[in-house]
């Protein structure tokens, strides 16, 4: 039986637009299905005492500059080449999150496909409504009944269950991958993923 891959996932996160393609395709050549896990990386942010590596690490000499080199690499390793960083960020995500929850499982990875590069390509203000519905209803959504769905308690109160369910595991930021139950922190973990996978 193949194994499963547990993506815990935030548009926020410009990492979970780096890890995602490259996560696909490992999963497609070993016959894995992901599960996303939608979460609000702000609440596990608050909840862990983590912040985003920008504000942790500005007062450490060079950690940030290694960091951006480190992304670089990673881009041209897997020709992640229209990644742009959006001026809006860090954005509020937790709309695109309980829509993330709200729609089925199984067409969670077609929202994140439709959303993805106008945000992380295209940098798209997703506190646009109307730019937002534009893209939803391009991409095959039904961009209302998805906004309508961000304000049922059901979703949102989902959304926060997730986020201490997933705290509780282990997380403590994006992107993080769980198969057999083991953790791996980083887009840089491919390699220990695959070895997962087949082990």
Do not use: C
């Not at 690490?57 to 881009?75: Q, S, V």
């Amino acid at each position: 039986m193949n194994k499963a891959i547990e993506l815990v996932f935030d548009f926020v996160s410009p990492n979970a637009y780096l890890i995602w393609h490259p996560l696909k395709q490992l999963a497609e050549k070993h016959g894995s299905k992901i599960e996303v896990i939608p979460v609000f990386l702000g609440g596990i942010h608050k909840l862990t005492g983590n912040a985003p590596p920008f504000i942790r690490d500005a007062d450490i000499k060079g950690k940030n500059a290694y960091a951006m080199l480190e992304t670089k690499r990673f881009i041209a390793k897997h020709g992640l080449t229209k990644w742009r960083m959006n001026p809006h960020f860090p954005f509020n995500s937790i709309a695109l999150q309980r829509m993330l929850v709200a729609i089925e499982p199984e067409n969670r990875a077609a929202l994140i496909d439709t959303l993805l590069p106008p945000i992380w390509e295209d940098q798209l203000d997703v506190t646009d409504t109307e730019a937002l519905r534009k893209v939803l209803d391009d991409g095959g959504f039904d961009a209302q009944a998805l906004l309508d769905k961000t304000q049922d308690p059901a979703v949102k109160q989902m959304l926060m269950d997730n986020v201490e369910t997933i705290i509780a595991r282990g997380t403590f930021g994006i992107p993080t991958v769980y198969v057999d139950g083991e953790m791996f922190f980083g887009k840089e973990r491919l390699g220990q993923i695959e070895e997962q996978l087949i082990s």
